[in-house]
T-cell receptor, first 113, second 116 residues
Framework: DQQVKQNSPSLSVQEGRISILNCDYT??????FLWYKKYPAEGPTFLIS?????DKNEDGRFTVFLNKSAKHLSLHIVPSQPGDSAVYFC????????????FGKGTSLLVTP | DSGVTQTPKHLITATGQRVTLRCSPR?????VYWYQQSLDQGLQFLIQ???????AKGNILERFSAQQFPDLHSELNLSSLELGDSALYFC???????????????FGPGTRLTVL
């Protein structure tokens, strides 16, 4: 069963605007959440993370928001740049799975000039 | 460059065969994870090793096995290969501390396995 879901397979945004990628999870035992970015023919690259004791974490243009009650997290990219075009994966981990990452199926972001 | 290396980059083989994928973690990382990415399933966790010992198992088939050696490199063995085993296989490593939730994993470039 898919415990981490990214319901939007693709997203297109204009350069300079905000990109918002969403992720939902079902397992309340997850306590750490991560976003990865993946280019074709490369492995996923760690982008940003957040623990369950926080509701926001910011790193430069990237901000992750966590809503535990809704079991929802989102990644905001501001401003979006053409180089941000990639597939973004949401992942979650917890002690009951040995901290293995449970991935969503990804959202393909296209930032157009 | 994540610091995680995987060999080979590509592997083409026939059904029924056995292959071995190799992974070297980042320097100092004790944990190694294996993931499979197929077209319709996304990234699926297979198995984790920590300092030579199996730590967690995911959706790993009985035909698949792995090990982590004293120098911390890991190998994933896939046997009696079927067409459906064609996928990208990723290795990741982390400096996971016992009892810590803060587990950024760093991924290698993957091995693309094609079973004909």
């Amino acid at each position: 069963d898919q415990q981490v879901k990214q319901n939007s397979p693709s997203l297109s945004v204009q350069e300079g605007r905000i990109s918002i990628l969403n992720c939902d999870y079902t397992n309340s035992m997850f306590d750490y959440f991560l976003w990865y970015k993946k280019y074709p023919a490369e492995g996923p690259t760690f982008l940003i993370s957040i623990s369950s004791i926080k509701d926001k974490n910011e790193d430069g243009r990237f901000t992750v928001f966590l809503n535990k009650s809704a079991k929802h997290l989102s990644l905001h990219i501001v401003p979006s740049q053409p180089g941000d075009s990639a597939v973004y994966f949401c992942a979650a981990s917890g002690i009951n799975s040995g901290y293995a990452l449970n991935f969503g199926k990804g959202t393909s972001l296209l930032v157009t000039p | 460059d994540s610091g995680v290396t995987q060999t080979p980059k590509h592997l083409i083989t026939a059904t029924g065969q056995r292959v071995t994928l190799r992974c070297s973690p980042r320097s100092g990382d004790l944990s190694v994870y294996w993931y499979q990415q197929s077209l319709d399933q996304g990234l699926q966790f297979l198995i984790q090793y920590y300092n030579g010992e199996e730590r967690a198992k995911g959706n790993i088939l009985e035909r698949f096995s792995a090990q982590q050696f004293p120098d911390l490199h890991s190998e994933l063995n896939l046997s009696s290969l079927e067409l459906g085993d064609s996928a990208l296989y990723f290795c990741a490593s982390s400096a996971l501390l016992a009892g810590s939730s803060y587990n950024e994993q760093f991924f290698g470039p993957g091995t693309r396995l094609t079973v004909l």
